[in-house]
T-cell receptor, first 114, second 112 residues
Framework: NAGVTQTPKFRILKIGQSMTLQCTQD?????MYWYRQDPGMGLKLIYY???????DKGEVPNGYNVSRSTTEDFPLRLELAAPSQTSVYFC?????????????FGPGTRLTVL | EDKVVQSPLSLVVHEGDTVTLNCSYE??????LLWYKQEKKAPTFLFML????IEKKSGRLSSILDKKELFSILNITATQTGDSAVYLC????????????FGDGTTLTVKP
């Protein structure tokens, strides 16, 4: 199993540009999450999904959108990028929330908005 | 407002020392507390704690939860340079979605 994979690893955007961060997991996990981590800080939840077709906002959803058309994929869309969105973005997944709360994280995408 | 506070923010020790990292929390709907290790990349899971007073142990690492006083500690004995990392504490809410809130982490540096 590849686990949770994210692309790209790095990206530089200009203010106002848009992009999609890709996240795929091959563990058949229902639960998927997007976090951002600013320097020296913990992770902040952007959006999450409890299954295909079901998404909801986390702590810091403004400026982002998500979709979940399949169990495997959970892309994060940035519209009109702003410098405040410079961060490292992590995607994570969980098998279920009844037997374990352990989340498996992807390697992250480092995004810089100039 | 739900919050998770970790202390200290950073710590420098020498190989062989024992360290204790702290995580206190104030949340309205607690289900579990997780510890992760982050070494310049994705966090990796260490422990999940749900019950007070039951120590979880893995090699030189151990952790315990106190649900009355609302805190957890992570102990690392006989530290090694490979233990240098950011240690994150996260509290999971008792909801279907498994949402969690993270502390800002403790940066541990172990010098030879």
């Amino acid at each position: 199993n590849a686990g949770v994979t994210q692309t790209p690893k790095f990206r530089i955007l200009k203010i106002g540009q848009s992009m999609t961060l890709q996240c795929t997991q091959d563990m058949n996990h229902n639960y998927m999450y997007w976090y951002r981590q600013d320097p020296g800080m913990g992770l902040k939840l952007i959006y999450y999904s409890v299954g295909a077709g079901i998404t909801d906002k986390g702590e810091v959803p403004n400026g982002y959108n998500v979709s979940r058309s399949t169990t495997e994929d959970f892309p994060l869309r940035l519209e009109l990028a702003a410098p405040s969105q410079t961060s490292v973005y992590f995607c994570a997944s969980n098998r279920d929330t009844y037997s374990t709360d352990t989340q498996y994280f992807g390697p992250g995408t480092r995004l810089t908005v100039l | 407002e739900d919050k998770v506070v970790q202390s200290p923010l950073s710590l420098v020790v020498h190989e062989g020392d024992t360290v204790t990292l702290n995580c206190s929390y104030e949340v309205t709907n607690f289900r579990s507390l997780l510890w992760y290790k982050q070494e310049k990349k994705a966090p990796t899971f260490l422990f999940m704690l749900t019950s007070s007073g039951i120590e979880k142990k893995s090699g030189r690492l151990s952790s315990i939860l106190d649900k009355k006083e609302l805190f957890s500690i992570l102990n690392i004995t006989a530290t090694q340079t490979g233990d240098s990392a950011v240690y994150l504490c996260a509290v999971v809410f008792n909801t279907n979605a498994g949402k969690s809130t993270f502390g800002d982490g403790t940066t541990l540096t172990v010098k030879p």
